[in-house]
């Protein structure tokens, strides 16, 4: 039997479960895992500025592709606490990352030692697993574990804390005979299936609703071949968006308070019967709840059965896979449109067509300062369907949501549940490091960007380019929009006079200067009719020096987006001008008909 440390044991079977990629800091209490690293090779490893940074790189880095897990490591104490919100926003969107920590000596644990802290305990609440391994023979164990349970069931993060002893500590394990535990993921059954189609059979208005859950279980083609078969219109959740392509003629737009469209919530409101397939009926998509149950049936599908009736109890509810579950709602109903026993649902669709025909917002404004609608409609010009966008929170992300087009899963990549100020620039880089060929375009306003605005120089020293567009109004927007029901405008403007740039105005910060003061490359651009060229020079210039490019567009201080002020989605109020005629929304999916 060979003899390794546990370190080199642990690297050895990341090696075999499939990791490829790793993101960290290292740090005293780690460095035995790094020396490991280090030995073994075959493992490319990302030097984060900021370890919340790496596991937010992680967290893109898994998101990209089926299959991934991102691997993110840090030493003892801060670097584990720092991990914490990558590890919530991990969970909260069902994303499997691995966290692997440094510790104090096992004698010392309980002594105060530096750096010393239960990080088990700590992040115990927002993982499948967290744990301090105190016995180096049990290392091999505990990540063959953790692999098992990121993969099995409702997908999400783990957490591993190795003291520096532990890492030092000589075991034997046999690398060579390593084998990953079996995956499980319940799966739904023929006689489920047959029920639930039989009660979207039985309406008259079907709609599916489709989740983020269809994206990790890499089963949009069946989704859109079911809904095809069916001929039932699609609402993608925020997270399922690019299950079904924008353009698809059965895509009936997103609904909810914020990130929806006019005729996404109108189809929704006519609707009579309701799949849910993995999602989890998010408030921000749903709203009141006794808007969005009125006068529908519902039947959820989800891999967690938990997650059932978690926030209101549907008329059927099966636990499965979407894929397993999704694989036999095609088969089933292949059978019943070859025996003519499928309704027809032609005129609904096209109802569903027509909406997104009429009820559409305005984008064209050629204002100065620049409104925000006008970048996305030049973003939708510049970016084509092959674009991986990255975005987390904010009157951007909004916006962004609304008014671009996403034609592929995992094509609009968005922290969901947790929106952490500060993930879009990391999780960008994970995104860019999966897909070094992908056309990757980040979005962000001016607060989110400052979060974490360190880790364009991880971009610069490893060559990760992609583009990001920086939305600057220098305001907080979505909170001071918020802060209207409290008739308020408080501690939510970030305007200043930069000595250094007075040329910015009251803007504040130059990001271009730290931009370039962090080795990457910045644009700024104050005219609406120049955003196409700036965006075209963005994409020439993270090809030609292989940086980050930063597209700032100096934004009009105030626009309030379209959403509910009265959580619900049949009251979202249109602060702008809507769409009148069709140069106003010249880059919408349908032409506009008046």
């Known amino acids: 039997m060979a003899r390794m440390t546990a370190a080199r044991a642990a690297v050895e079977i990341l090696r075999r479960e499939g990791v490829t990629d790793a993101f960290g800091v290292p740090g005293a209490a ?161 006689a489920q299936i047959e029920k639930a189609i039989g009660m979207l059979n039985a309406s008259e208005r079907p709609l599916i609703v489709a989740g983020g859950g269809v994206i990790n279980a890499d089963a949009a083609e069946l989704l859109v071949e079911f809904a095809e078969l069916t001929g039932t219109p699609v609402v993608p959740t925020l997270m399922g968006w690019g299950i079904v392509p924008d353009d698809h003629e059965l895509n009936a737009g997103m609904a909810g308070l914020q990130t929806s469209h006019r005729y996404g919530n109108a189809t929704f409101l006519e609707s009579d019967f309701v799949l849910g397939i993995g999602n989890r009926w998010a408030n921000r998509h749903t709203g009141r709840l006794d808007v969005y149950t009125a006068g529908r049936t519902f039947v959820h599908v989800d891999i967690e059965p938990t997650q059932i009736g978690k926030i209101f109890a549907p008329d059927y509810g099966i636990a499965s896979d979407a894929k397993a579950a999704l694989a036999l709602f095609v088969e089933v109903a292949r059978e019943l449109k070859a025996a003519g026993r499928l309704p027809d649902r032609s005129a609904w669709a096209a109802a569903a067509q027509e909406r997104r025909a009429t009820l559409q917002r305005r984008t064209h404004f050629d204002d100065v300062p620049i409104k925000p609608q006008r970048v996305y409609e030049e973003m939708n010009k510049a970016f084509g369907p092959e674009t991986r966008y990255v975005s987390t929170i904010g009157l951007s992300q909004i916006a962004g949501a609304q008014m671009l087009h996403v034609h592929r899963p995992r094509h609009w990549i968005n922290c969901g549940q947790a929106g952490p100020l500060g993930w879009t620039i990391p999780a960008a880089l994970g995104v860019a490091k999966a897909d070094p060929e992908a056309s990757v375009v980040a979005l962000s306003g001016d607060y989110d960007f400052q979060f974490m605005i360190e880790e364009l120089a991880v971009g610069a020293q490893h060559k990760i380019p992609y583009v990001h567009v920086l939305v600057n109004n220098s305001y907080l927007g979505l909170i001071r929009q918020a802060q209207r029901a409290f008739d308020i405008d408080f501690q939510v403007n970030l305007e200043f006079e930069n000595i250094n740039s007075p040329e910015l105005g009251v803007y504040g910060v130059d990001h271009v200067k730290v931009a370039e003061g962090l080795g990457c490359k910045a644009i700024r651009v104050t005219d609406p009719n120049e955003l196409g060229a700036a965006f075209e020079q963005a994409k020439k210039l993270a090809a030609e020096h292989q940086v980050p490019v930063v597209v700032e567009a100096i934004l009009e201080r105030v626009t309030n987006i379209s959403m509910s002020t009265t959580n619900d989605i049949g009251n979202v109020v249109e602060f702008e001008e809507i769409a009148t005629e069709p140069g106003h929304a010249p880059t919408s999916i349908r032409s506009l008909k008046v």
Request: glycine share 10%.
């Open 30 to 190: 780690i460095n035995p895992f790094y020396a490991a690293l280090k030995a073994s090779g075959g493992i490319r490893h990302t030097l984060a500025r900021h370890v919340e940074g790496a596991s937010h790189m992680a967290e893109g880095y898994t998101r990209t592709h089926a299959g991934n897990i991102g691997v993110c490591i840090g030493t003892s104490g801060p670097a584990g606490t720092d991990m914490i919100t990558g590890l919530y926003s991990a969970t909260g969107d069902s994303i499997p990352i691995l966290c692997i920590t440094g510790q104090a000596p096992t004698a010392v644990i309980h002594k105060e030692d530096f750096q010393a802290v239960d990080i088990a305990s700590i992040a115990k609440p927002v993982t499948k697993m967290a744990v301090t391994v105190l016995e180096a023979a049990q290392v091999p164990g505990v990540f063959q574990q953790a692999f098992h349970l990121m993969r099995s069931g409702r997908p999400g993060p783990v957490l591993i804390d190795l003291p520096i002893d532990v890492q030092l500590t000589e075991i034997e394990f046999d690398p060579e005979t390593y084998e990953p535990l079996p995956v499980y993921k319940p799966a739904a059954t023929r």
